[in-house]
């Protein structure tokens, strides 16, 4: 929340003192909420790339160069989605503590 506190009668915006109030409980939740969104786009992003890669995950012996290359690639994808995933786990862990 914001509120200004005029210094002067004119109420120029200048002239003013800026007062400000965090509601953590509100910040929490929404964080929360936005985490547990997040993650559950990863979670849908993830299958959907798993789901690309399974066939050449498969036959992974007999690839040709190309298709190597997009199994590498796909991998990398799979990889970065897990990192987003704990990064985004943390924020939750933190969010719990504070809410402590």
Known sequence: QLQ???KSSD???ANSVWLYY???RRVLANTEDLVLNAI???RIRFRSENARI???ESRSNSLTA???QLLRDGRRGEDLLERAF???DAV???SGLLKR
Do not use: T
């Open 92 to 94: 939750l862990l933190v």
């Open 54 to 56: 399974m066939p050449l």
């Open 4 to 6: 200004q506190g005029a």
């Open 86 to 88: 704990l990064v985004l």
């Open 11 to 13: 109420g120029a915006v």
């Open 40 to 42: 559950l786009n990863l």
């Open 22 to 24: 965090v509601d953590l």
């Open 66 to 68: 190309k298709e190597r």
